[in-house]
Structure formats: structure tokens, C-alpha cells
């Protein structure tokens, strides 16, 4: 596409520098300086809303990472990737994995699993080619599956009514879940390639694959798995922008 | 607006989120008790039995001290797979006896773990059910095998 773009624009050019050359018998350095601005004029009309490709992003969340802290025994990591089109669309992709090993006197819980998300997001911002600086903000929707095995071990149950206190445990039974995600996120410059996010995300319309009567307590990517059909999420991350090509000026 | 305010506000919702998320209560039923509703066959509606106590076998507390309605939370063995309950109706009959009859419920145990504040509850399959000896005209019905935490849950339908 850029190659196109590039021979168009050329030919362009020598069409046009071509035309003036026949025109003028005669150049001066008042005339090559307008003719600049008149070419540049020229690749500036050709290219507006023809820079489709606006620079890539790579994501690190740190708010998982740090929330290990205060979790207790659930470790999460995530990063993400999304490419700017237009500076309006940004088809995203994420992926993290999650280890999980809970332990106190009434139960173990062990889990493990990955999940990756797909969607994209719009920005409603700072759009215009003029632009400074690349900060959006946007709303996005994401498709999430995760695939992820779990197992309780030393499980206490306690049955008031019969003075029961049972020791219990399963065996490690694999799962694979999907969900739908609802997003809104800002992601501001901070300094040349480096920009900060935040996201919250709204999780619906979660589902397993396979017919169970168990589930698991946590799913990676999604959270806590409940009675709740809906589910809610936060992301801190710090961003990298691949360098782009900007719009030449004057 | 500034980097240091960028800054500063992240930093602050990072860290209200993270003591959010700090929680330590538990706000889901911790029971999984399993719900028997007593139905009229003929117009299949709720059917209230009057004077009704239930108690279990080789439990010393009474669940239910002659009560009218007509739906019971029942709690089943966590370390078996079978629990026994003793139903008896009182007598509208001036002289005679209250009837006594016997529950049997086969079933399997889960253990599932809520969350860490909740802790563990002892799920439940129901396998099947009868009484004992057999009431007149009625039917037992599995509605729903699977006794979880959820309150005020169908699992058997005895129609009369």
C-alpha cells in the first residue's frame, strides 16, 4: 500500500512538475520556492485521510502485577498490542497468563491458564493529522476466551445443622470459557514514545465450552466467576509507540 | 494538562482500586440446602400441608415444628451419600395419630469453592429420592439435580 501510495504520488509529482517546466521558460529562486510549497500542497491533499497507518502499540499492564500484592497467592500478567488506523481505529489484541496457588486452613486452591483477547477500539479524540501529541480515548469491545485447568485440595466444608466439618478435594479438571467485553480507555503521551492507559472494562455474556456441573473460581482474563452474569475489570498499563512516518511540513 | 498531574491521578486510581479490591466480606449464601415443594397434581400449584415438622435422621434439631407451607430448604450429609429425613403431618382428625414417613435421598457430593471470603460449600447431586412408607397418590419429581448456594432453589416436587 505504502508503495503504491508512493509511486502515485511521484508520478504525480512528474506530471506536474513536467506541466509547470513547459509552462516557464524561465526559473527563479521566488519561483522554486512557490513551486515547493504548490508540490507539498500537492502530497498534503493526496495524503490526507491516505495515512491510514498511525503507529503500533505495545501494552504492559501493571495493575495485575501490582494487585498480587494484596490478592494473596494469584499472579496475572498481561500485555496487549494495537496498531492505529486513521487514528480513529485501533484493531487490539491482548494476551496474559495467570498462576494461582491459594492456601489457608480451610482449603488449596491451584489454577493455572491463559487468555487472550480480540476486538478493537474508536477513539473519539484528537483525530487530526495537525495533532501534537497522540492521546485518545475510546471505547472498544473485545471477544475473550481462556483456556485453564483447577483443582481444591484440603478443603474444609463445614454443615452446621449436621456438625459436619468434611475434608474435601477434586481432581484437576481443565476448562475453556469465553465472554464478551465492553471497554472504555485513555491512553495519554507522557514523554516521546511512552504513553500511560487506564481501561475499564464491563465482562458479559460469559460461557464455558463444555457442560459442567463445577466451575472455577477465578478465570484469567475475565475475574472472579460468580453468580453475576456480569463481571468488571480495571487495567493500568504503560505503552510503547513504534516510530511512524508523520505528515511532512512546510 | 501537566505529566506530574498525569501523574498523580493515575497513581491515585491504581491504588483506590487496589484496596478495592482488598475486600474481605462475603455477600453469597454460604448453604446449599435443597428445596422440596409440596404440588397440587391437578392444578400445579404450590399445595400447603398443615402441622408439618421435619427433622433429620440422627440429627437431634428439628428443621421444621408444625408449620404450614408448602416448600422446605432441606440440608444433606456433606461426608455421605445418602441422607434420611423424618416428615411427620400432624392429623386433622380429632383421635387420630400424626402421620410419620421417611425421605431417602441418594446423592453426590462437590466441594466448590465460592471465593476466598466465602470459603468452601459442599454442592450436591441429587441421584434420587422416595418416601417411605408410601403416601397415597402422590409422585416425586427431580426438578433440578444440582443443589447449589442459591436460595430459595427448586430441586424436588412431590405432587399429592
Not at chain 1, 509529482?13 to 516557464?24: G, H, M, R
Amino acid at each position: 500500500m505504502t508503495s503504491i501510495l508512493k509511486y502515485f504520488f511521484s508520478f504525480s509529482l512528474l506530471l506536474w512538475a513536467t506541466s509547470i517546466y513547459a509552462q516557464s521558460s524561465q526559473t527563479t529562486v521566488n519561483d522554486s520556492a512557490a513551486q515547493r510549497r504548490v508540490q507539498l500542497d500537492v502530497m498534503n491533499k493526496v495524503n490526507k485521510n491516505k495515512y491510514i497507518y498511525q503507529g503500533a502499540y505495545l501494552n504492559l499492564d501493571i495493575y495485575d502485577p501490582i494487585a498480587t500484592l494484596f490478592n494473596g497467592g494469584r499472579f496475572q500478567f498481561e500485555v496487549s498490542a494495537d496498531v492505529s488506523l486513521w487514528q480513529r481505529l485501533f484493531p487490539a489484541i491482548d494476551f496474559g497468563m495467570m498462576f494461582m496457588d491459594q492456601k489457608n486452613t480451610d482449603y488449596r486452591y491451584e489454577s493455572n491458564g491463559f487468555f487472550f483477547r480480540v476486538g478493537a477500539n474508536y477513539n473519539f479524540i484528537n483525530f487530526k493529522d495537525t495533532r501534537r501529541y497522540d492521546h485518545i480515548l475510546a471505547v472498544g469491545v473485545r471477544y475473550g476466551y481462556a483456556h485453564l485447568g483447577y483443582k481444591l485440595s484440603d478443603a474444609v466444608c463445614t454443615n452446621t445443622y449436621w456438625n459436619e466439618s468434611t475434608s474435601a478435594e477434586t481432581e484437576w479438571k481443565p476448562v475453556d470459557t469465553g465472554w464478551v467485553e465492553f471497554l472504555a480507555t485513555v491512553r495519554a503521551q507522557i514523554y516521546k514514545s511512552f504513553f500511560m492507559g487506564l481501561t475499564i472494562r464491563v465482562q458479559t455474556f460469559q460461557h464455558f465450552y463444555q457442560a459442567s456441573t463445577d466451575y472455577p473460581s477465578y478465570i484469567p482474563g475475565y475475574g472472579v466467576y460468580g453468580s453475576s452474569s456480569t463481571n468488571w475489570g480495571v487495567d493500568f498499563t504503560l505503552c510503547y509507540q513504534f516510530p511512524y512516518k508523520k505528515k511532512p511540513t512546510l | 494538562m501537566k505529566l506530574k498531574t498525569i501523574y498523580c491521578i493515575f497513581s491515585a486510581i491504581i491504588i483506590a482500586v487496589c484496596m478495592a479490591s482488598c475486600s474481605g466480606d462475603c455477600y453469597v449464601p454460604t448453604k446449599a440446602r435443597m428445596g422440596v415443594a409440596f404440588m397440587d397434581s391437578t392444578t400445579l400449584k404450590p399445595y400447603t400441608i398443615n402441622g408439618l415438622t421435619v427433622q433429620g435422621v440422627g440429627s437431634d434439631s428439628i428443621l421444621y415444628n408444625k408449620v404450614n407451607t408448602s416448600v422446605i430448604y432441606l440440608p444433606l450429609h456433606d461426608n455421605a451419600e445418602q441422607t434420611d429425613f423424618k416428615i411427620t403431618i400432624a392429623s386433622t382428625v380429632e383421635g387420630e395419630q400424626d402421620k410419620e414417613y421417611i425421605m431417602h435421598i441418594d446423592h453426590t457430593p462437590r466441594p466448590q469453592l465460592i471465593s476466598p471470603e466465602c470459603g468452601c460449600v459442599m454442592f450436591q447431586t441429587v441421584i434420587s429420592a422416595d418416601v417411605s412408607p408410601v403416601m397415597s397418590d402422590y409422585t416425586i419429581e427431580i426438578y433440578n439435580a444440582e443443589v447449589k448456594n442459591i436460595e430459595n432453589d427448586i430441586h424436588l416436587k412431590i405432587f399429592f
